[in-house]
Nanobody
Framework: QVQLVESGGGLVQAGGSLRLSCAAS????????MGWFRQAPGKEREFVAA????????YYADSVKGRFSISRDNAKNTVSLQMNSLKPEDTAVYYC?????????????????WGQGTQVTVSS
């Protein structure tokens, strides 16, 4: 079992930056692929970024590539999402998720554990 708690969301102007963090409980955190997803009102949950268990493989949605950066610290059981050059279309609830597999997945249905989400609002 893995429990996930996100933090770091908020209101920011377009062009600004935010850093989301996700704290995980459980001694097996390092065995999980970690992902960030987001969901805007009226839209389906969509993939943002993912990182493999060792941190050597990072994957991004085309819409955030070059602006967002995912990282993890297995010693601290945390995964982070640095978001730069934010746009109004980045506004959504952002979720941290864990998937107990080696091959990184970008489909939300593959992820077993989810945080409660943190709101990110980007004003124009």
């Amino acid at each position: 079992q893995v429990q996930l708690v996100e933090s770091g969301g908020g209101l920011v102007q377009a062009g600004g930056s935010l850093r989301l963090s996700c704290a995980a409980s459980g001694r097996t955190f390092s065995r999980y692929t970690m992902g960030w997803f987001r969901q805007a009102p009226g839209k389906e949950r969509e993939f943002v970024a993912a990182i493999n268990w060792i941190g050597s493989g990072k994957y991004y949605a085309d819409s955030v590539k070059g602006r967002f950066s995912i990282s993890r610290d297995n010693a601290k059981n945390t995964v982070s999402l640095q978001m730069n050059s934010l746009k109004p279309e980045d506004t959504a609830v952002y979720y941290c998720a864990a998937y107990g597999g080696i091959v990184v997945r970008t489909t939300h249905r593959d992820y077993e554990y989810w945080g409660q989400g943190t709101q990110v609002t980007v004003s124009s």
